[in-house]
Nanobody
Framework: QVYLVESGGGSVQPGGSLRLSCRASGINFRLYTMNWYRQGTGKQRELIASIGNAGGTNYTDSVKGRFTISRDNVRYTVSLQMDSLKPEDTAVYYC?????????WGRGTQVTVSS
């Protein structure tokens, strides 16, 4: 069984930083692209960052230059460093992987950016 468990969310003022982590189990982690999605209230879930098995990264335009995705293939963990946070970054953040033809999601972690 594949499990993804996110942690690190919370409340922060605009301009602040948070670091999210997602620990995976049940997969050969080093083989798969790992993704971070987010879903704001009343909005569609959107893909914001991906990291391939070789370490290549992609970001949606709204987070480029502010967010950094990384992975630890020993600890089976993917992280998202979020800097210069804005109120529009407020959302539930989800970790995701496609493995064996199926999509797997964590339960999400809430990030709130507010003064």
């Amino acid at each position: 069984q594949v499990y993804l468990v996110e942690s690190g969310g919370g409340s922060v003022q605009p301009g602040g930083s948070l670091r999210l982590s997602c620990r995976a189990s049940g997969i050969n982690f080093r083989l798969y692209t790992m993704n971070w999605y987010r879903q704001g209230t009343g909005k569609q879930r959107e893909l914001i960052a991906s990291i391939g098995n070789a370490g290549g990264t992609n970001y949606t335009d709204s987070v480029k230059g502010r967010f950094t995705i990384s992975r630890d293939n020993v600890r089976y963990t993917v992280s998202l460093q979020m800097d210069s946070l804005k109120p529009e970054d407020t959302a539930v953040y989800y970790c995701n992987v496609r493995a064996g033809g199926s999509l797997f999601w964590g339960r999400g972690t809430q990030v709130t950016v507010s003064s």
